[in-house]
């Protein structure tokens, strides 16, 4: 199942459109998080739990892939959920040494397969 686990900063709508400028449509998504339907942020682990207690999620069943080192990954590592970043756009932190895994865009799904067999 595909979540799509932005920072509810934004209505639905609004993360519906913005979903639209890379091609997505709400419909590949089982769940989406907007400011209707979560009551936290990124980076704290309350986010992530939150999304996996309504979807019956533990968390080695969730593969989270993001673009930035202290939001998502540190985020997903305090929830024991695995996390690659991925893209050349990456948001990096100097002042916070997280050593991550980084993949090409063109990995993400290779690497979903990997987890499933």
């Known amino acids: 199942m595909a979540v799509l686990s932005t920072n509810p900063i934004f209505p639905k709508d609004g993360a519906a459109t913005r979903m639209g ?15 209707e339907n979560s009551h936290y942020l990124k980076p704290k682990s309350k986010y992530l739990i939150e999304i ?4 019956n999620l533990k968390p080695e069943e969730v593969i ?3 673009n930035n080192d202290y ?3 540190y985020c997903a590592l305090q929830c024991g959920i695995k996390c690659f970043l ?9 002042d916070k040494i997280i050593d991550c895994p980084k993949i090409k865009m063109e990995d993400v799904i290779p690497t979903i ?3 499933l067999k």
Do not use: P, Q
Not at 52 to 55: D, P, V
Not at 86 to 94: A, N, T
């Open 113 to 115: 397969e990997s987890f």
């Open 71 to 73: 939001e998502d990954y």
């Open 64 to 66: 989270l892939f993001g």
């Open 21 to 35: 400028f890379v091609g997505l449509k709400e419909d590949d998504f089982k769940f989406i998080t907007a400011y």
């Open 86 to 94: 991925v893209g050349d756009y990456l948001i990096l932190h100097e």
């Open 52 to 55: 996996m207690n309504k979807l």
